[in-house]
């Protein structure tokens, strides 16, 4: 990583990443932000939204996209992403359909839906800034570890371990498959901010701070970014103690 930052707990770990996108969106008003849902960014875009409301800040020319989504479930399922930021950043942003760049999970046809996802994605000007969480298995996006990662958009088949993930549980529905941006899709970002906090991950740490990079841990590729920081919550990351 480019830089390691430890914070003592989860709040200060989302106030940094807030204010990362505060600054990112007010000194670029036409800013691309990719976002990751879950547990991870949750309270950074709690917190972006307090400040840009308070601010006023003119979104009007920033766009948001979606990172990743799981495949088969109907958009207004409570267990998608899309529910997830049209919740947490659009509504209380009052940001319009024309800025949100997503993929619909419930396409009829998933290939063209990310075919279509990724012309438009390519389309942008720049990307600013990519909000990463990390998953239990060291998986980006739904980039899930094996063999081979692949560059672009595209359908994946679940790991056991992403099965399981806290969102899923809000759907009765069985998700077997997800919708993601590929690992060349991430690197497109000027720069990278990955959220590394949330149970059962402590032992991916050492894969953070080490020089070793394997696509049977995805998160680790990130390591070739020439601007990619990695906020670490100690709290729940750590296995140590925080003084
Ligand atoms: P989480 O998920 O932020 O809810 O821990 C991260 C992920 O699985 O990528």
Partial sequence: MTELIYTRDYVELSQLAADNMYRTVTENPQAVLVLATGGSPQLAYRLFCEQVIRDGVDLSG??????????GLSADDEATCEVFLRREILEPLGIPEKQFLHFDPEAPDAQA???????????LPQVDLVILGIGKNGHLGLNEPGENLVCNTHIIPLSQKTKTHEMLTHTSTQVTHGITMGMA???RGKEVLLLATGGEKAHLLPLLTNQQITTQVPFTLLKMHPNCACIVDRS????????
């Fill in 185 to 187: 899709d991430l690197f």
């Fill in 236 to 243: 729940s990351f750590c296995n140590e103690t925080y003084n």
């Fill in 113 to 123: 839906a990310c075919d279509r996802f990724q012309a438009a994605y390519d389309a």
């Fill in 62 to 71: 920033v766009t948001f996209v979606k990172l990743d989504e799981w495949l």
